[in-house]
């Protein structure tokens, strides 16, 4: 089929997206390396599709990895002097309309294959902040906020090694070594840690203790380990004793922490969890997601206390509170899990991987390989409406109100409404039918996102860094082709 792709050029770019044969072929021929027949026609049906007009796109350098939202500062000048730090670094897009003004003074950032983290103005567009440092795609983002109220950003790239930033000065306050493989996954825990300091020399018996915020920073990696930093000290939490949590068996996508009522055995009562006790939840490439006890696993290199197996192949992203766990993955599903009876009640089946999700009310929103995003009822399971606009996989998604941001490999973030009156359009009938009639398969075709046009300019430097990481990593073929198209990415110069 490849040896024929030249000559039937002008036919292939016809063929719409969704009556391409995905089924796994691998080329052979170096201009194509790593790359299925599915993955080049993929390529060819996409060609048709590039926009930018669609969502109100905000355009950037290069695939956008994840995204997450910026610490939002409730005052009146927060807009005004976003617009005036970003003046000048990047051509702006039109001005937010008038149902899009809850994002006025919001900021995003970005994770991009171009090794580099984006601050964004949501308001406006532009470009506040790039944060350069890592030597590979820098792949998640993770922000939280200090006692003294300052913004940090938390950054994991395929370097191995996570940065800890100073979001105002850009600068680099701590680069984090201990993985042995590419960094997937950041989770930041906010804790009540005491503040000793005012009563060292003090003989003054009747004062309080006095406490803070604090943050934990827990990293997953390829490398199938999860670390436990302290971000006070930028170390690993007590000293590293007790090692690395291990227990998947291949590499860990996504984590999440989650708090359950009623559980606060081992865990102190510090007024912030409201006498529940917190949960870590890891998601993996072994098609598992593991639930881990915080509290026992300090020092002890980490105690999984449950396995959920009811994914057929690799997880990618998961969500969990106190009474259930949304997850989405390579098996074509997105699934809610209740707690209680730990059973699925909920399977929303795609046409092709599903890469994220968020929850938003009424409605959860899916993405994945395949560009359209699709808003489903949580109450019924149903599909509410397919929204097209991104011609690459999307990657991440938030929830802002009643819009819905969406990045993807396309280099883009969009924005879409979730207001009842903009979800009436109904879904076609053949579609809804395919969708809810779709069958799980065991055994998914792997095929990755494809190379941006741009990619081939040093291809064979890419492929010999692809090579060279394949041999150490405990990558699945999916995740090796994902390797193969960030390598080939252009960088953010």
Not at 283 to 307: E, F, L, N, P, Y
Request: glycine letters at 8%; one cysteine or more.
């Amino acid at each position: 089929m490849t040896s024929n792709s030249t000559n039937q050029a002008a036919e292939t770019y016809s063929i719409p997206v969704d009556q391409i044969d995905f089924s796994p072929n691998i080329s052979s021929e170096a201009e194509n390396f790593f790359q299925s027949d599915a993955d080049l026609a993929r390529t060819a049906a996409r060609q048709g599709i590039v926009n930018y007009d669609k969502g109100q796109a905000i355009k950037v350098t290069s695939k956008v990895l994840d995204m997450c939202l910026g610490i939002y500062k409730v005052t009146s000048a927060s807009s005004s002097s976003a617009t005036t730090v970003a003046a000048g670094t990047e051509e702006s897009t039109p001005p937010l309309d008038d149902a899009n003004k809850a994002l006025a003074g919001r900021t995003v950032f970005l994770a991009e294959s171009g090794h580099v983290a984006r601050k964004l103005n949501l308001e406006t567009g532009k470009t506040m902040k790039l944060f350069q440092g890592h030597s590979g795609p820098v792949t998640r983002v993770a922000v939280y906020r200090t006692h003294l109220g300052q913004e940090r950003l938390v950054t994991g790239a395929w370097d191995k090694t996570i940065k800890i930033w100073d979001t105002e000065t850009k600068e680099c306050l701590a680069t984090l070594k201990g993985h042995t493989d590419f960094i997937k996954a950041l989770a930041v825990r906010t804790i009540v840690i005491k503040d000793d300091a005012h009563e060292e020399g003090s003989h003054d018996s009747g004062q309080k203790d006095k406490r803070r915020i604090g943050h934990e920073l827990f990293s997953a990696s390829y490398d199938g380990t999860i670390l436990h930093w302290d971000l006070q000290t930028f170390e690993p939490f007590q000293g590293g004793a007790g090692g690395a949590w291990k227990g998947h068996v291949r590499g860990i996508n996504d984590l999440c922490l989650a708090l359950e009522d009623g559980d606060s055995q081992g865990q102190e009562d510090d007024g912030l969890h409201q006498g529940g006790k917190e949960y870590l939840y890891s998601a993996g490439s072994d098609g598992t997601i593991r639930k881990w006890d915080i509290t026992q696993g300090q020092g002890r290199g980490g105690h999984c206390v449950h396995v959920f197996k009811h994914h057929a192949t690799t997880v990618y992203k998961i969500h969990a509170d106190t009474i259930e766990i949304w997850s989405a993955s390579a098996d074509k599903t997105a699934r809610r899990l209740d707690l209680e009876t730990k059973k699925v009640d909920t399977t929303l089946d795609h046409p092709d991987f599903v890469k994220s999700f968020a929850l938003a009310g009424p409605y959860v929103v899916t993405g994945g390989r395949e560009e359209t995003v699709r808003v489903w009822s949580v109450a019924t399971g149903k599909l509410i409406k397919e929204i097209k606009g991104h011609f690459d996989e999307v990657s991440s998604m938030v929830v802002v109100g009643t819009t819905l941001l969406t990045a993807s490999l396309d280099g883009t973030v969009r924005r879409w409404s979730l207001k009842e009156q903009d979800l009436v359009t109904p879904v076609p009938k053949d579609i809804a039918e395919s969708l809810s009639s779709a069958s799980i398969q065991s055994n998914v075709a792997v095929a990755s996102p494809l190379p941006s046009s741009g990619s081939q300019s040093d291809g064979t430097n890419s492929r010999a860094k692809v090579e060279e990481v394949k041999k150490e990593s405990m990558m699945t073929e999916e995740e090796e082709r994902e390797l193969a198209e960030l390598m080939g990415s252009d960088d953010d110069d």
